[in-house]
């Protein structure tokens, strides 16, 4: 999604969101859930817990990143 949506909109969003939580793949959700933060920078570190949590994978050595649906190359950190 190139525009994001307008801020008042994001609770409605959301409710919506929350409701398919059963409905949809843990990355679809994902998407979804970023696509719905209101300013560009997105909302990563939230999304990846969701993610992850939406997965059942939130034990510390199972912990992967969400797909890259929008082609920004992933930093990753060493040593943590």
């Known amino acids: 999604m190139s525009v994001k949506p307008d ?3 994001v609770p409605r969003l959301m409710d919506n969101l929350i ?4 409905d ?3 990355d ?3 998407r979804e859930f970023e696509e719905v933060h209101p ?3 997105g909302n990563g570190r939230t999304g990846n817990i969701l993610w992850t949590w939406h997965r059942e994978t939130l034990e ?3 912990l992967e990143f969400p797909p890259d649906y929008w082609g920004q190359p992933r930093l990753t950190l060493t040593g943590i």
């Open 60 to 62: 510390p050595a199972k």
């Open 7 to 9: 801020p008042s909109e």
């Open 19 to 22: 409701q398919a939580w059963t």
């Open 24 to 26: 949809i793949t843990a």
């Open 28 to 30: 679809e959700w994902y």
């Open 39 to 41: 300013f560009g920078d």
